[in-house]
């Protein structure tokens, strides 16, 4: 079927109908695109034929209206705006959007053969002498400033925040001199500093750059055609990113917790979202995770930068817990980043293997989450887990919590008869079934770990969590096991609130 429209939308909208078209041309679509000059590189790697303005070819409109109030697990389809627009008129009828949802997040269209040199030439030309890292920065677009922009205030603030993390270049993406301006070597604006830039140049200019961080607008939008970082800033509800832009491995998404939780827990693994306490993204935020970012990853591979930064906000933020009984320094953050940085360096797809299972929403500082923790890590790292629970309610609401994540089994039962019929290697064992209120939680421990002990190899790791070293003794959880594993030739690899250990080399 010949299929002929105009496309007159502005940029960001054009990135995510250039990444539609390859599904409609693998169903048999012959497809032409007619769109603004500036616009049409955009699609040059789609399939389509492309050609200027053509008044007579009909419209393809592009409703906003998608619901984000209705996400709710893997729905991603219904909440996206680009999704949403699946077989609107005059598009043919390829599928309802849900059924094309893995296939249209999926696509990668690579822009670099259809850029010119010298538009390659300009780029390189402008970012010869800059100092690195070089990143690119657009805080004003042209529609919905008032919910998407930040303000001029902000804007500087975020000059100087991300003048403090690095040694590089903020380059300003600013075509209508929207922005202000500062005082400073490393501080360039496009207009000032170079000149009035048209697509082919700003795609070369992405590619050859370390960084992108933008609002909801077509630079930050078009990053996804490249393999550069980026970082998005999504300051209003509306804006929300399940519902405008689509899931990338190397774009963070950041996101103010108050108006957002309701739909984090949702989407935070698929977009890679980060939320900053309180209504507000700060610039101390933004600059922070553009450092995370620029830095590279801490526990999983380059592929998945944004992850492995939202992975760091889970440890090295959520798991920073509350004093209790047992210590007044609670520091779960210290041991799980000790812990997933050996795994980074030891397992290419580790088996985890942990008793006791979450069993309160999002419960980060009280008892460490470390259900979520292990399966958000093996989802992107590779490799399994598993957590054993004897309460049934407790299973119940650890497979809801972590069921879009498809490496994790939770049985309930008896953890020690559990261990004791396993019949796998265990890579990472983590012992901490039962509460330190409650009578005989040592000898517990102890008998799981003497269960697990024949499936323990020698690159084996055991995480006693609520276990602490006082006065010449070991209190918690690992009060006795620690004792015996010590004496059997293991030693410590961290010890805070959590002892980590590992056999003697």
Request: charged letters at 25%; a neutral charge.
């Amino acid at each position: 079927m010949d299929v002929k429209v105009r496309f007159p939308h502005g940029m960001g909208d054009c990135v995510y109908f250039a990444h539609a078209l390859p599904l409609y041309i693998k169903r048999g679509h012959r497809l032409t695109v007619s769109c603004a000059p500036d616009k049409s590189l955009l699609f040059a790697a789609c399939g389509a034929e492309i050609i200027h303005d053509n008044p007579g070819y009909p419209v393809v409109s592009w409703d906003e209206s998608a619901p984000i109030a209705e996400l709710s697990g893997r729905n991603y389809a219904v909440c996206n705006k680009a999704a949403s627009n699946f077989r609107r008129p005059p598009m043919p009828e390829i599928g309802s959007p849900d059924s094309l949802w893995d296939e249209f997040a999926g696509v990668r269209l690579d822009l670099r053969p259809h850029i010119a040199t010298e538009h390659w030439n300009e780029a390189g030309g402008f970012l010869k002498n800059l100092p690195r890292p070089v990143v690119l920065l657009h805080t004003v677009g042209n529609a919905f400033q008032d919910t998407k922009s930040l303000s001029p205030q902000s804007t500087l603030e975020l000059y100087r925040e991300l003048l403090e993390v690095m040694d590089g270049t903020v380059v300003l993406l600013d075509w209508d001199n929207r922005v202000p301006r500062m005082a400073s070597y490393r501080v360039r604006h496009l207009l000032d500093d170079w000149k009035w830039i048209t697509v082919p140049s700003l795609m070369a200019l992405i590619y050859e750059s370390d960084l992108v961080i933008g609002i909801d607008s077509g630079p930050f939008h078009a990053a996804r055609f490249t393999d550069t970082p980026s970082i998005g800033i999504f300051p209003h509800p509306y804006h929300y990113p399940a519902r405008v832009t689509l899931p990338r491995s190397r774009q963070l998404c950041l996101v103010p917790r108050t108006q957002t939780i309701k739909w984090n827990q949702k989407a935070r693994i698929a977009y890679n979202i980060v939320h900053c306490e309180g209504e507000t993204i700060t610039a101390r935020f933004i600059a922070a995770n553009a450092a995370a970012m620029l830095r590279g990853p801490r526990y999983l591979d380059a592929a998945h930068l944004a992850a492995d930064v939202q992975m760091q906000q889970f440890i090295l933020d959520f798991e920073r817990g509350y004093g209790n009984g047992l210590s007044s320094y609670v520091d779960r953050h210290n041991g799980y980043d000790r812990l997933l940085r050996i795994l980074k360096q030891r397992y290419a797809a580790p088996l985890i293997v942990e008793s006791g299972c979450i069993r309160t929403d999002e419960d980060w500082r009280g008892a460490g989450y470390s259900t979520y923790l292990f399966a958000a890590y093996v989802n992107r790292a590779g490799g399994e887990f598993i957590s054993v629970d004897n309460s049934s309610d407790h299973c119940r609401f650890a497979r809801e919590a972590t069921a879009e994540f498809p490496a994790v089994r939770i049985h309930c039962g008896d953890s020690v008869d559990f261990l004791r019929g396993f019949d796998r290697p265990i890579d990472v064992l983590q012992l901490d079934s039962m509460d330190t209120e409650i009578p005989g939680h040592a000898d517990h421990a102890a008998a799981e770990l003497e269960a697990a002990l024949p499936r323990l190899h020698d690159r084996s790791i055991v995480v006693f969590d609520d276990t602490v070293y006082q006065a010449r003794q070991w209190r918690g959880k690992g009060a006795k096991a620690v004792p015996l594993l010590l004496d059997r030739g293991w030693q410590i690899i961290y010890s805070g609130y959590q002892t980590i250990l590992e056999r003697a080399r």
